[in-house]
């Protein structure tokens, strides 16, 4: 069985990587992130990846701070979780790179677009840390962003949600699921499970992504190899 998908873009939530009981990492997720991982590239996918930083720093937890610096904490929390991302890829046999938005050579390669590119073409896995490297962007905006700039096909929202829906599922119990849907009825409905500056983004530049739940990591592989799983989100 051949992958739909040649090239892609794996936004995972940071939120969804973390273990309440231990602390900031559910190592066991991790590990089975990273063989999903690896799966998808020996089945001949080129693979780019960005973590939030919502299991060590949310925006939120700045709101008496200026604005700037908090979100100036959030890009090196998502760091941190590139970080040990790329560790646990390579732990894992496969071979995987960490590039961050702002200059730190000490712990990872500038992020280069011909450099990244290069990298997945050698058959590495990119994991881009520090989300665009600016202020008021949230890591859906700067995994769009890059997805674009990598020319990926398909971008991957793992989220803690297995879908889009019309409200807050556990809000509202009735709400409806949405198996597919566009970005200009997303953004009427004022849907925010991917940040609306994400969603008009992906619209401007016609890239298709699907949001998902992270609880089962093969479901990146089960979309990787056509199928459909939670919500495909397209023009």
């Keep these: 069985m051949q992958p739909k998908y040649h090239r892609v873009f794996v936004k995972l939530s940071g939120q969804a990587l973390a273990n309440d009981q231990e602390g900031l990492y559910d190592l066991s997720m991790l590990d089975e992130i990273a063989k999903v991982i690896g799966k998808c590239v020996k089945a001949g996918v080129q693979v780019c990846m960005m973590v939030g930083g919502g299991n060590i720093w949310r925006g939120n937890m700045g709101q008496y701070m200026d604005r700037t610096r908090a979100d100036h904490m959030g890009m090196m929390a998502t760091i941190m979780n590139a970080l040990m991302l790329e560790d646990t890829l390579q732990r894992n046999g496969v071979p995987a790179v960490a590039m961050t938005a702002v200059e730190m050579e000490t712990f990872a390669e500038p ?54 829906y019309s409200a807050d599922p556990r809000k509202v119990p009735d709400a409806k699921k949405f198996d597919e849907i566009t970005y200009d009825k997303m953004l009427e409905m004022g849907l925010k499970v991917i940040d609306l500056s994400a969603t008009a983004f992906l619209r401007d530049n016609q890239l298709k992504s699907y949001v998902f739940a992270l609880h089962d990591p093969n479901n990146i592989y089960d979309i990787v190899m056509g199928k459909n799983i939670g919500t495909e989100v397209h023009n």
């Design 111 to 164: 992020f280069i677009q011909r450099n990244a590119v290069k990298a997945l073409e050698e058959g590495k896995v990119v994991i881009i840390g520090g989300g665009l490297g600016i202020p008021y962007f949230t890591t859906d905006t700067a995994a769009a962003v890059r997805g674009a700039e990598i020319e990926a096909d398909v971008i991957l929202m793992a989220k803690n949600i297995d879908a889009i």
